[in-house]
């Protein structure tokens, strides 16, 4: 059994600081993965005074249980920009961002994605172009457990 790790806001916001402290390029929109990348997504759109904060969907896991493909829905409309940075809290196995990045490049070839994730597994199927930190264990993210009981 996998050690759960709870990660709490103050962890996360120092982690959201050195995440755009390590992102060195500019974008014009961004997309964040649906659920885990969407308060990043927001909170990085504030920090960017960007507008263009979208979603996109996956479905990847059942409860803690990998599904064998990723779904991805909701794709938004970014016909506009150039650049999109894709963010998601976790790149564990990869799937789910290789997945997404394969139905964005085919939905908009001539846009350029960059990605960044606050945990990346080095046993990933592909890594982020900028991430944090890697998980010791299953990270129980706070916007998941906080509501709880």
């Known amino acids: 059994m996998m050690q ?25 929109a961004i997309l964040g993965i649906a659920r885990g990348g969407l308060s990043m997504a927001q909170m ?15 479905i990847g896991y059942d409860d803690t249980e990998k599904k064998a493909s990723v779904e991805v829905f909701n794709i938004p409309d970014l016909k506009f920009a150039k650049t999109v940075l894709v963010v998601d809290d976790i790149v564990d196995s990869g799937d789910t961002l290789m997945e997404v990045l394969a139905v964005l490049n085919r939905t908009y070839p001539n ?5 960044a994730s606050l945990f990346y597994k080095k046993t990933a199927c592909m890594k982020p172009t900028w991430y944090v930190k890697e ?7 706070f916007w998941s457990e906080d509501l709880k009981g």
């Open 111 to 115: 846009i350029t994605f960059i990605t």
């Open 44 to 58: 990085l759109g504030e920090y960017y005074d960007l507008r263009e904060v979208y979603a996109i969907n996956t």
């Open 135 to 141: 998980p010791k264990g299953w990270v129980e993210f």
């Open 4 to 28: 759960k790790i709870y990660y709490p806001y103050q962890e996360y916001k120092q982690d959201l600081k050195t995440l755009i402290s390590k992102i060195d390029q500019s974008f014009d």
